[in-house]
């Protein structure tokens, strides 16, 4: 069965800090991968996606996220952080690339971003 | 930018109780999900639901659960006799099917949150 882990359950870090935050998966073999983020309140959003290609993805607001396949992981970056990014950030990963596939979730990671 | 939408919000019910979640997909979608989040969990998968039957379901999905596309728009979960560890955020999920039939983004409701007493 996939596996998705990431590594800091809690980053707290100043505006214009940079943020990087860790994703590992189990499968092995081609994958689709997913970080999505929950604002305080509100519902999660696609973040960015991976499904083949170029490993380097960029997101919205400014995320990016690089695929490592020796390292089977998927870690989400952004170079300066604002306030507004607060909020908890999970990695997913569907069992399969066939269509319907449930996702498999990480922990998240909460990030308090201050001002 | 359409949007999966859940109601109720939070909903409270006995222990022993049915309780009916309902979801309304985004429209052109035919892919349906439903995942939950025990407090300080993961979110964890419970079913899918395509083309009027169940796709796939978990462990967790046992004989008290059960899905429903009673018409054209709407997704419910129904809980048959509510148990204390129920209690739960729930999320519904929708996807579109692509020409290829890779996998898509799954696009989450705001969630329900369940509570039983």
């Known amino acids: 069965a996939q596996s998705v882990s990431q590594h800091n359950h809690h980053v707290i870090l100043s505006e214009a800090a940079s943020l990087e935050l860790g994703c590992n998966y189990s499968?092995?073999?081609?994958?689709?991968l997913f970080w999505y983020v929950q604002y305080p309140g509100q519902h999660l959003q696609l973040l960015l996606k991976y499904f083949s290609g170029d490993p380097l993805v960029k997101g919205i607001k400014g995320f990016e996220a690089e695929f490592i396949k020796s390292k089977f992981s998927f870690n989400l970056r952004k170079p300066s952080v604002q306030w507004s990014d607060t909020a908890e950030y999970f990695c997913?990963?569907?069992?399969?690339?066939?269509?319907?596939?449930?996702?498999?979730f990480g922990g998240g990671t909460r990030v308090l971003v201050k001002p | 930018e359409p949007e999966v939408t859940q109601t109720p919000s939070h909903q409270v019910t006995q222990m022993g109780q049915e309780v009916i979640l309902r979801c309304v997909p985004i429209s052109n979608h035919l892919y349906f999900y439903w995942y939950r989040q025990i407090l300080g969990q993961k979110v964890e998968f419970l079913v899918s639901f395509y083309n009027n039957e169940i796709s796939e379901k978990s462990e967790i999905f046992d004989d008290q659960f059960s899905v429903e596309r009673p018409d054209g728009s709407n997704f419910t979960l129904k809980i048959r006799s509510t148990k204390l560890e129920d209690s739960a955020m729930y999320f519904c999920?929708?996807?579109?099917?692509?020409?290829?039939?890779?996998?898509?983004?799954?696009?989450f409701g705001d969630g329900t949150r369940l509570s039983i007493l």
């Open positions: 999920a929708s996807s579109e099917v692509a020409a290829t039939g890779s996998n898509q983004p799954q696009h």
């Open positions: 997913a990963v569907p069992h399969s690339k066939a269509a319907g596939n449930k996702l498999t």
């Open positions: 499968y092995g073999g081609t994958v689709n």
